[in-house]
Each structure stands twice: as C-alpha cells, then as structure tokens.
C-alpha cells in the first residue's frame, strides 16, 4: 500500500502511524511485491537538498534496550562505510552528512524516528533496523514518503518492497541451507526455540512445511519474549524431547540466557547441536565462548573468510574500533549497503528515490563477504550461504559453503514444498 503524503516536512501522518502500529501488531507483511514496471506517480514530495557540498543520510539502530548487544556494531559498520566514501570524494562529489537516531529496540520507536528522518532531517536514504518487527513497523512509513530503506538483516522472508532494500539474507539464502545442511547429517528431528515475534514465527512456519516434506519431526516448538531471561523450562523442554538438533531464532540478548542455561544442563554441540541464524561473532562473547563452543550458526559471511576485500575491511574496523571487535554478518551487509547505494546513485546521476530505483538492477559490488548483485525485481541481494562453527577462539568457522551466491527467492516461489505459505 503506498499512501500520499501533502506534508514532506510536518509530522507522521496519523494514517502512517496507524498503519505501522496495525502491522506490529497484527505481524502481518504490509508491503507488495515489487512490481518494476509500477506507477509511482503517487511518491510524496521530498524534501531532500542535494543544492550545496553534501546530502544527508540516516541510521536508525537501536542503542539502548535488549537489541543493543546486537545493533550496535551495524551502527558501528555504518559509520566506518562512510567515512571511507568521504575521504574517497563523497558521492557525486557530495560529503555525507549522518543524521543518526536510536531505534530503542521498540518497532513504534522505528517507525517515529524513520518518519522524522525523512520528513524533518530530509535525509536521502536510510539505513538500519534489525527484527522483523522493527522493519514491519518502518515499511509503511518508508512507502508512504517515497523514501528508501536499506535493511542489513537476515529475515523471515515472503515479502518485498519498491522501497526497502533488503541487503542481508532471504529464507533460501540462510535457513534453507541451514535445514538442507542438517538433512545432510543425518538430522530426523528438531525441537524449534525462537523469540516471540513475527521472525522466528514465520521462520518456523517455514521450518514445519520444509520438515513435512523432508521427513523431519518437530518434536517442539517454544518462544519466549524478547529480553526474556530465564530459560530454565524451556531448556529443561529440549532436554526431554532428545532433537537430534535445535533450531534457534532467538534475537537479542536472549541467546545468552538461553546458552549459559543450556550449559548450566549439561548440554553441549556434542549431545545436542544447536544451529543459530541470528547469533555472530559480535554475539559470542557477550554469550561466552565456555557456553557455545562447537556449536552451528547459518549466515553468509564470518571474519574468517579469506579473501583480499575480507582482509582490508577487518583491519580497517579494528584500525577503527579496536584490534578486540570482531566483525560479523549483519555489520558486514549493512557496511556494504552503504555502497551499494553509491553505486546506485552514482550510476542513475541522481538522489532521486525513482532514479536510484531504477538504476539499481544488476549492480554488483566486491564485498568482504564474496561479490554480491542486486535483484532488481526483489530488492534482494544474490549472497553465498555459509554454515559455520564457533571456536575456541570466539570467530566461526566455515564448515560448509553453498560456493557460488545464491539468487534472492523471497517467495520460495522455486520450492514446491513452499505452496501456499506467501
């Protein structure tokens, strides 16, 4: 739904608000498909000034509250990103200027600070978000001001939209490689642990129809809220049902209550592995590396892959954070959304939502995580599926590679077992 604004530099309009507080709520996908070929005569007016020496962009993560552990670090990658295309000439010879706001890890608050970046900070994209609820909560807001966002997390899939841009993984870029990986080993059943929230929810939705189809039993299936801390029934739950693995979509600093709460029982990767998609290296050494060693995570990139962009971009991060902040998966793709956009600008001559849209088909970028293309149709990205296992040292380590990127399927719409479920 894309809804008109007459207001470019007043407050949210109530219709917005109302929208993006019904798809918190309902966790329901508000955007369409992309359609390339769409009227989007009915974009808001901007208010972006691209008149003097720079243009201003935005990043929204959240700071405070239970996603900090997580957020922190994109907003850390981000701001690396750009001060490397500044002191490279900018973009079109602009400087930018960073407008950055805290998300609170509250999807209203997302929604509310997205609004004031387009309308009152009259920035030219944004960049950020992390769950689902917080990307679901901003949509309707990015649609009805004609602005972009580009959102750097692995997600649920089953939607799309003409302006978001989802440079993290789709479900058959991570979590179909992950369940196809474990079929691989032998796994029969799975118990699904995951925070309550549409991501892991709708992941599972997945997760039960790829398991029907492959033989697979789900012997449970539990969630606790976000920020949830105590794990002892849950854990106790996945004890006794014996999974020959366990599926988790927890977020935030839930995951180390739960793996300090899976070590405290005697459970380890050895008697029941643990396959994790949205724990990184960032996320380990809050958990502890005692309470995670050896177990699974589906991502696309690590710190550890080998490759001269890999090498360059992990020294610059360390060069600016410290030789001690290891450089992760959801870093990673927001530090490359920032060039991606570049070069979206730059190849349409313009700041223009519209322009930069359309020139956004096929452009490609030599990220740390291997070469990455842009799907014009989905505003997904093609990425390689990696499974890794965390060491002793605290980075992962890749234990299997899909070799060549995989192209964005948000709709499932190549697997048969998927019918029905967009």
Known sequence: MRLRSTSPHGAMRLSTVSLAVLCVVGLS???????????????????????????KIGFLNSLSGTMAI??????????????????????????????????????????????????SDCVAAVFGGWTSASRKAMLPVFES????????????GLESSPNIFYTGATTNQQIVPALDYL??????????????????????????????????????????????????TIVNKVRSADADAVFNTLNGDSNVAFFKEYNNAGMSADDMPVVSVSIAEEEVGGIGVENIEGQLTAW???????????????????????????????????????????????????????????????????APEGKVVVNGENHHIAKTALIGKIGADGLIHTEWSSEEPI???PYLEGYDWADGLS
């Open 183 to 232: 079929v691989e080993q032998g796994a029969k059943s799975l118990f699904l642990v995951g925070s309550d929230y549409v991501f892991p929810r709708t992941a599972n939705k997945i997760i039960n129809a790829y398991a029907e189809a492959h033989g697979i039993e789900i012997v449970g299936e539990e969630y606790a809220p976000l920020g949830h801390t105590d794990f002892s």
């Open 145 to 156: 001001q004609d602005s972009l966002l580009f959102y750097p997390v692995q997600y649920e």
């Open 300 to 366: 696309n990139y690590y710190q550890t892959v080998d490759s001269p962009e890999n090498t360059a971009f992990v020294e610059a991060f360390k060069a600016e954070y410290g030789e001690d902040r290891p450089t992760s998966d959801p870093m990673e793709a927001a530090y490359t959304s920032l060039y991606l956009w570049k070069a979206m600008v730059e190849k349409a001559d313009s700041f223009a939502v519209d322009d930069v849209v359309a020139a956004a088909d096929g452009i490609t970028y030599d």
């Open 70 to 119: 997580s957020e922190q670090t994109v907003h850390d990658s981000l701001q690396l990103a750009a001060k490397e295309i500044n002191a490279d000439g900018g973009v079109l010879g602009k400087e930018l200027e960073i407008v950055s706001e805290d998300g609170q890890s509250e999807p209203t608050v997302f929604a509310e600070k997205a609004s004031k970046l387009i309308t």
């Open 29 to 55: 996908a508000c955007g369409a498909r992309v359609d390339g070929g769409s009227d989007t005569s009915a974009s808001a007016e901007s208010c972006v000034d691209t008149s003097g020496d720079t243009v």
């Open 407 to 409: 192209e964005p399927d």
